[in-house]
């Protein structure tokens, strides 16, 4: 079965500082691996993707996500956060062949001014 | 191009009622999706169209929720009766069919704003 892992329930940084969303995965065979960003009264967001190639994927807003296969690991990150990167952030994982999402429960980020 | 389209954007009933949700999705997407999101939790998905055919329903409680995409462009989601348990925010998504065109942003799924449904 497949399953998606964000382990912390909110996350605070400090304006100017790196930030890091934690997301693991099980799935069967190779994933494909999303972020969505959702701020309040708002649909998901697209971030970024991985779908193939280069471990290391740029998105908007300035984020980025490593694939990490062995640790079955897709982490968000940010090497500067902003206030206004406050928001609800998702990882969600796809098996190659299916249009299906299996969502994670959901990290808040809070960057402090 | 145009998002997905969904209302209305709030609404809020008493259980026992009927509500219905529509969902317009992003031009030339055959693949569009129903997902309950409640508060705290991840979207689940509740239904899956490919064009006007289920892809997956194995989540939807069949015994009060319906959908139908009959034309293959839009769709309608509706509970009957409604329950206190279905408040949540219900996001409609679409995605390219991948199987026909690799360049259309394969897999990637675009969301809708959501309807904000509270059940008294």
């Known amino acids: 079965a497949q399953s998606v892992a964000q382990p912390e329930d909110q996350v605070n940084v400090a304006e100017g500082n790196p930030l890091t969303v934690k997301c693991t995965y099980s799935?069967?065979?190779?994933?494909?691996l999303f972020w969505y960003v959702q701020y309040p009264n708002r649909g998901l967001q697209f971030l970024l993707k991985?779908?193939?190639?280069?471990?290391l994927v740029k998105g908007s807003y300035g984020f980025e996500a490593e694939f990490n296969k062995s640790q079955t690991s897709f982490h968000l990150k940010k090497p500067s956060a902003l206030v206004s990167d406050s928001a609800l952030y998702f990882c969600a994982v796809s098996r190659r062949g299916t249009y299906k999402y299996i969502f994670g429960t959901g990290t808040r980020l809070k960057v402090l001014a | 191009e145009a998002g997905v389209a969904q209302s209305p954007r709030y609404k809020i009933i008493e259980k026992r009622q009927s509500v219905a949700f529509w969902c317009n999705p992003i031009s030339g997407h055959a693949t569009l999706y129903w997902y309950q999101q409640i508060l705290g939790q991840g979207p689940k998905l509740l239904i899956q169209?490919?064009?006007?055919?289920?892809?997956?329903d194995s989540q939807l409680p069949k015994d009060r929720f319906s959908a139908e995409r009959l034309k293959g462009v839009d769709s309608t989601l509706k509970i009957q009766p409604a329950k206190l348990e279905d408040s949540a925010v219900y996001l409609c998504a679409s995605s390219a069919d991948g199987r026909l065109d690799t360049t259309k942003n394969y897999n990637e799924q675009f969301f809708g704003p959501g309807t904000r449904l509270t059940v008294l």
């Open positions: 169209f490919q064009n006007n055919g289920v892809v997956d």
């Open positions: 799935v069967s065979g190779n994933p494909y």
């Open positions: 991985y779908i193939t190639g280069d471990n």
